[in-house]
């Protein structure tokens, strides 16, 4: 019904969605309007810029204890690296002394970040202890919960969190991800969607209050497609891949699932099967 010129209209659309999503996710936390040029850290704070760059990705109301800190205690923790005890705990006075006089700073522009740190150091010195504490516990990982069916097999693999799921003859793996490495892919899927001589097609997808970019990559000696997905899901973002080897695959019997996709920090590690 629809001739070739159609099908490659169609496909360039897709292409052109992708893109703005990326887009948008690059942006959506910046208005030219509301984010005036931040006053630059005094020298003897640089080592905490990372951390500012952090909650320059969080919205106002974001930015409180819940957020994660494991960046800025390892910053600190950084900070006090050699020194003794008592050292330690001056050297961090020190820095809450020149950050309470910068902040002091007629028109000074910040995005938050300082504004915490400054209540964040008022639980010194006992903040000392409490860093050295959490120096020695294992690292906390982000780890992914999902709902499947009881009749899927799931192999999880404890070093990079990566779940391995094995279903109606197909695997699915499912990768926790940053937003950095998401847009990454984003970028490789549609790299790949103008090469010539490979049959890709991207497009934007959603699922309930997950969603994203779904790749389609068609293989000439394959009867199945391969999909691909980069993913942004309640407390996180993930990659996904699924493949049927030489058979025929129905992917929305997966991505029915797919709403029910987030991610937890420092769990045990535990997914459902419902």
């Not at 002394?97 to 209540?119: C, I, Q, R, Y």
């Not at 999880?156 to 990566?162: F, I, P, S, T």
Request: net charge negative; hydrophobic share 40%; glycine share 8%.
């Amino acid at each position: 019904m629809f001739g070739k010129g159609t099908k490659i209209f169609t496909e360039k659309l897709c292409v052109l969605c992708a893109a703005l999503w990326l887009l948008h996710r690059q942006c959506e936390n910046i208005c030219p309007y509301a984010m005036p040029r931040l006053t630059p850290l005094p020298k003897r704070l640089r080592y905490l810029q990372p951390f500012r760059k952090q909650v320059a990705n969080l919205k106002p109301e974001e930015i409180d204890e819940s957020m994660d800190l494991s960046l800025l205690n390892e910053l600190l923790c950084q900070r006090i690296h050699g020194f003794s005890l008592e050292e330690g705990k001056k050297l961090l006075q020190d820095d809450q002394a020149v950050l309470k006089e910068w902040l002091s700073t007629p028109d000074l522009e910040d995005n938050g970040g300082m504004g915490f740190l400054h209540g964040y150091f008022m639980g010194l010195p006992e903040l000392i202890d409490h860093l050295l504490e959490e120096k020695n516990k294992p690292p906390q990982r982000d780890e992914i919960r999902m709902e499947l069916p009881v009749e899927a097999k799931i192999k999880k693999r404890l070093d990079h969190g990566v779940w391995e799921v094995s279903w109606l003859q197909a695997k699915l793996w499912i990768s926790p991800a940053d937003q950095h490495s998401i847009e990454n892919e984003v970028r490789g899927f549609l790299e790949l969607a103008r090469t010539p001589f490979v049959d890709v097609v991207v497009l934007p997808v959603a699922f309930g209050n997950v969603g994203g970019v779904k790749k389609v990559t068609r293989e000439p000696y394959s009867k199945s497609p391969e999909f691909d997905y980069a993913l942004q899901v309640p407390g996180g973002y993930v990659t996904i891949g699924l493949l049927k080897p030489g058979q025929g695959l129905d992917e929305s019997r997966f991505e029915q699932y797919f709403h029910a996709i987030r991610i937890v920090r420092g769990s045990d590690g535990f997914l459902s099967n419902l």
